[in-house]
């Protein structure tokens, strides 16, 4: 069978809706932009092989691509679970997490199992750096305590105690990452900027505004925010 014959395909898949090849029907109209028919051929192929990573991982983008990215993260997860090693999926979970806006300690999670995937991934090795780095800055210091003899008890007038100062601890340094974080232009949203923003995810945000801007958005807002992103790299070079 030729592979890349979508009528021999999809021929072939009209005969036998219980092929392990439903993938390679799906991907096709996927590549074609036809995510009905992708859905269509995933559903029907998953209801024979509910574990297959492939027809799960080609789903999970369909649901990114319609916006879907709540099931989008719920299908990752379940990729993960049946391949432990798929990269792709790991990294899109990340991507996804993180327009989602979930918590830092999940975040963590994902990215460490990107890196343990690819002890080189760049992105990976820094987001962990940054968040973990901040970590041990918010740690309180031991303070060494040292034993000193008691002095004669001599009485004294009482006095009004003093309030103890509260120690808190400086606010964590922002990093920025030089690994662009690879999000498509489907997901390039100004919340999107906001959120990478926030991290310290300066080069990505920059990223996803040339997504925005070649998306036609407006001009002033990118603008805006470019010059507020640049302003913030400033400042973390000061610190």
């Not at 009528?7 to 809706?17: N, R, S, V």
């Not at 269509?40 to 789903?59: P, Q």
């Not at 906001?194 to 040339?210: I, R, T, W």
Request: with cysteine; glycine share 2%.
């Amino acid at each position: 069978m030729d592979f890349k014959n979508q009528i021999e395909l999809e021929l072939y898949f009209a005969d036998h809706f219980d092929t392990i090849l439903f993938p390679v029907l799906a991907d096709l109209y996927f590549r074609q932009d036809d995510l009905r028919r992708a859905r269509k051929v995933c559903e029907i192929g998953l209801k024979h092989h509910e574990n297959d990573s492939a027809g799960l991982f080609l789903l999970a983008q369909i649901e990114k691509q319609e916006g879907n990215l709540k099931e989008a993260e719920k299908l990752l997860e379940r990729v993960l679970l049946v391949t432990r090693d798929h990269l792709s999926a790991a990294e899109a979970l990340c991507e996804i997490q993180t327009v989602l806006g979930r918590a830092t300690n999940r975040l963590l999670k994902s990215w460490k199992r990107v890196l343990d995937l690819n002890p080189k991934h760049e992105t990976a090795q820094s987001f962990i750096k940054k968040i973990e780095g901040d970590s041990e800055k918010q740690k309180p210091k031991a303070v060494t305590k040292t034993r000193v003899k008691p002095k004669p008890t001599v009485e004294k007038e009482a006095s009004v105690p003093k309030k103890p100062k509260n120690n808190v601890p400086p606010p964590p340094a922002i990093n920025d990452l030089s690994e662009p974080l690879k999000v498509s232009s489907r997901l390039a949203t100004f919340t999107l900027v906001s959120v990478l923003k926030n991290q310290g995810l300066f080069s990505q945000a920059l990223d996803v505004l040339e997504a925005l801007e070649e998306k036609g958005e407006s001009q002033e807002a990118i603008s805006l925010e470019r010059d507020t992103i640049q302003t913030l790299i400033e400042r973390s070079k000061k610190d």
